[in-house]
């Protein structure tokens, strides 16, 4: 059984930083890509940030390219997500999700989240 | 940037009945990167169909999707009380994952 399971949102002040985990089981961590999606609250999903199965590609939604970080470490099957210069408009629940093979690469497994609360 | 618009924002329908959802593109995108998916109060997202028209694994044959071009549906024939939820529809960017979502439709019960 897939699971996914993210860690660290907490209470941060704007311009602070955080780092997300998401830890997976069930599954050959290496070789899928994995992706972040956020819901800010009462909202619907934005897409975040993707990283390729090595980790060597990487994308970010503009609304986050140049202030977050996604990265892996797949010999500990775990996702990352590095947040600096964070934003009031960060505050949201971020979901870690698992990209399916090409050539559909859609999202075909969720975590439950972790929330991000951005306020001063 | 491709726009997902869905309509209508809330649609009400009787248990037992049919919904269907539109998700509409700003420009033609190919189905084989369209797909939709149901949140659930308190719940993440879940993939109900990929690839425009295919079942995700567990999802029952009265949910299907159609569409091509810039025009899709998500149909839910035969309304139970566990369809009640809100409805995304998102399209990857080529063969990238990057991702766009639609605003979503909340399906409730009338």
């Known amino acids: 059984e897939v699971k996914l399971l993210e860690s660290g949102g907490d209470l941060a002040q704007p311009g602070g930083s955080l780092r997300l985990s998401c830890a997976a089981s069930?599954?050959?961590?290496?070789?899928?890509?994995m992706t972040w999606v956020r819901q800010a609250p009462g909202k619907g999903l934005e897409w975040v940030s993707s990283?390729?199965?090595?980790?060597?590609?990487?994308y970010y939604a503009d609304s986050v390219e140049g202030r977050f970080t996604i990265s892996r470490d797949n010999s500990k099957k775990t996702l990352f997500l590095q947040m600096n210069s964070l934003r009031v408009e960060d505050t949201a629940l971020y979901y870690c999700a698992k990209v399916s093979l090409p050539p559909g690469r859609y999202l075909d497994h969720w975590g439950q989240g972790t929330l991000v609360t951005v306020s001063s | 940037e491709i726009v997902l618009t869905q309509s209508p924002g809330t649609l009400s329908v009787s248990p037992g009945e049919r919904a269907t959802l539109s998700c509409r593109a700003s420009q033609s995108i190919t189905s084989s990167y369209l797909a939709w998916y149901q949140q659930k109060p308190g719940q993440a997202p879940r993939l109900l169909i990929y690839g425009g028209s295919n079942r995700a694994t567990g999802i029952p044959d009265r949910f299907s999707g159609s569409g091509t071009g810039t025009d899709f549906t998500l149909t839910i024939s035969r309304l139970g009380p566990e369809d009640f939820a809100v409805y995304y529809c998102?399209?990857?960017?080529?063969?990238?994952?990057?991702?766009?979502f639609g605003q979503g439709t909340k399906l409730e019960m009338k």
């Open positions: 069930g599954f050959t961590f290496n070789n899928y890509a």
């Open positions: 998102q399209q990857q960017y080529g063969g990238s994952p990057r991702y766009t």
């Open positions: 990283i390729s199965s090595s980790g060597s590609s990487t």
